[in-house]
């Protein structure tokens, strides 16, 4: 049961820091392309191709919390998903190559705030971690 439990930790640990490697790379393209290191046909391309990988892995997460009974991570992270939904329906969901300069202020700060969500999502998480295995220690 233990090896289960560490499993399913590392799990969603891996997939928690997937997800804020993503969003720290399309943060990065928006930067270079603020500051003329990329054009903008090139940064829409490198954002798009991974925005449907970082709408898959959060699902996943809030899947793999919710089987493996980490409540704590699945329901501050529905609020998450549920955004990503919307903006997949809404089909605005992908950086447009026209309107990506017009459209640069808001999708950083859309992906700062994603980004700091996802670290306040990690501290709880490695605190929620410490609190648990310090729980089940029997020294």
């Known amino acids: 049961m233990a090896i289960a439990s560490l499993l399913g930790w590392l799990v969603t640990f891996f997939f928690l820091i997937s997800l804020l490697a993503i969003i720290c790379y399309q943060l990065m393209c928006f930067i270079d392309l603020e500051?003329?290191?990329?054009?903008?046909?090139?940064?829409?391309?490198?954002?798009?191709?991974?925005?449907?990988?970082?709408?898959?892995?959060?699902?996943?997460?809030?899947?793999?919390?919710?089987?493996?009974?980490?409540?704590?991570?699945?329901?501050?992270?529905?609020?998450?998903?549920?955004?990503?939904?919307?903006?997949?329906?809404r089909?605005?969901?992908?950086?447009?190559?026209?309107?990506?300069?017009?459209?640069l202020k808001w999708e950083k700060k859309q992906r700062l705030i994603k980004l700091g969500y996802l670290i306040i999502l990690l501290i709880v998480f490695i605190f929620w971690l410490i609190w648990t295995v310090g729980k089940d220690d029997d020294y």
Request: glycine residues 2%; neutral net charge; hydrophobic residues 45%.
């Open 35 to 89: 500051i003329d290191y990329i054009n903008h046909y090139d940064s829409a391309v490198r954002i798009n191709k991974v925005v449907m990988p970082e709408f898959i892995i959060q699902a996943v997460f809030c899947l793999v919390c919710l089987i493996t009974g980490h409540y704590f991570l699945f329901f501050p992270s529905l609020p998450y998903l549920y955004y990503n939904f919307i903006l997949y329906r």
């Open 91 to 103: 089909r605005k969901h992908l950086v447009d190559v026209t309107e990506i300069f017009n459209q």
